[in-house]
């Protein structure tokens, strides 16, 4: 049985009212601070990538689809897309993949334990970011995001190439058994709303998918979590400059509206944990808040249980 099929009840209450620390292993790249966010172990600029370039233990991911990677990529980046780490033993798409999976696919990438990883896309970190959280849940800290992906990379004129990397197969496991802080599954939610009044429940999506106006691809039903608030992912990337991630005065303006309480617990979600990957990661590593999951299975699998209560404001559109 996939482990993400156990309720996780007893562990989110615990972590939603201990908030027990963790301890991070120290990483090979020095990241300087930047803008004063609360953290930026995960966080590497292109310049520091520049600088970094040929280290052994450094392996960059470029998380984008196969034609994006063949027309240019950053020089000696793998490729790894979201079906690469899907599972699919689900009636519903976008679940993450099983630990195993992961670990079959890192060997086949030539991927070692001690690598530290530098994911970028061109969307914003949206798609690196959910990399980033879905190694987490198996005690892999070693990641870091390529602040402004693709497009930083090439305007501070790194090297691009067309030919793809090839890597001699690895032995790659993970070493550590612990649960992530950062997950949760459909059960433990819905424990959660009937029994903690200060939960938040976070959508991320679009205005439209929230209304229930916008019914995507993959969801059996349209409109929102009943009781839930809306911060679309784009607030928090700068796509009018540089697709990094917006200053923290920004921020916090984006995000005042979940109070300055930073114990304050939340469940965020999307269509399938990916954009909502990506407010997980400013909220916990960039702003410092400390109870903050991210719902796997998201509208999709929620939308897909029938007896899931639902929330719509808008006549559905239904888009393929």
């Given at each position: ?5 156990s ?26 601070p ?10 590497i600029?292109?310049q ?25 990529h ?9 079906k ?15 630990k195993n ?17 530098v ?5 914003g ?9 879905l190694l987490?849940?198996?005690g892999?800290d070693?990641v ?28 790659f496991?993970f ?11 459909k ?18 999506r ?16 349209a409109?929102r ?8 992912w ?19 303006e ?20 990916v ?10 590593e ?32 239904l888009?393929?």
């Amino acid at each position: 049985m996939n482990w993400k099929n156990s309720p996780l009840i007893f562990i989110c209450i615990l972590f939603f009212c201990c908030n027990e620390k963790t301890e991070v292993k120290e990483e090979p790249i020095t990241s300087q601070p930047k803008d004063s966010y609360y953290r930026t172990d995960h966080i590497i600029e292109a310049q520091e990538l520049a600088s970094s370039m040929g280290r052994p233990h450094i392996k960059i991911i470029d998380f984008r689809k196969e034609k994006g990677y063949n027309d240019g990529h950053i020089d000696g980046a793998l490729n790894i897309w979201r079906k690469d780490i899907e599972e699919t033993s689900y009636p519903y798409s976008g679940m993450m993949a099983s630990k195993n999976k992961m670990e079959l696919l890192f060997q086949r990438l030539g991927i070692k334990d001690r690598d530290t990883l530098v994911v970028y896309d061109d969307r914003g970190s949206c798609e690196a970011a959910r990399f980033w959280w879905l190694l987490g849940n198996y005690g892999f800290d070693s990641v870091k995001i390529l602040n402004g992906g693709l497009d930083a990379w090439k305007e501070a004129g790194g090297s691009i190439s067309t030919q793809p990397t090839i890597q001699e197969a690895s032995s790659f496991t993970f070493k550590n058994e612990s649960w992530s802080q950062l997950f949760i599954d459909k059960d433990s939610l819905r424990y959660l709303r009937a029994t903690q009044d200060r939960l938040i429940v976070l959508d991320t999506r679009t205005e439209n998918e929230f209304s229930g106006k916008r019914q995507k691809r993959g969801a059996v039903r349209a409109g929102r979590i009943p009781g839930s608030v809306l911060i679309d992912w784009v607030e928090a990337a700068d796509f009018d400059n540089n697709g990094k991630f917006k200053s923290l005065k920004e921020l916090k303006e984006v995000y005042a509206t979940l109070g300055s309480d930073k114990n304050q617990p939340i469940v965020v979600y999307c269509h399938s944990g990916v954009r909502s990957a990506h407010t997980t990661f400013v909220l916990t590593e960039l702003l410092g808040y400390k109870n903050v999951r991210n719902y796997d299975g998201s509208w999709t699998e929620w939308s897909y249980m029938e007896h899931f209560p639902v929330e719509t404001d808008s006549t559905t559109i239904l888009f393929k």
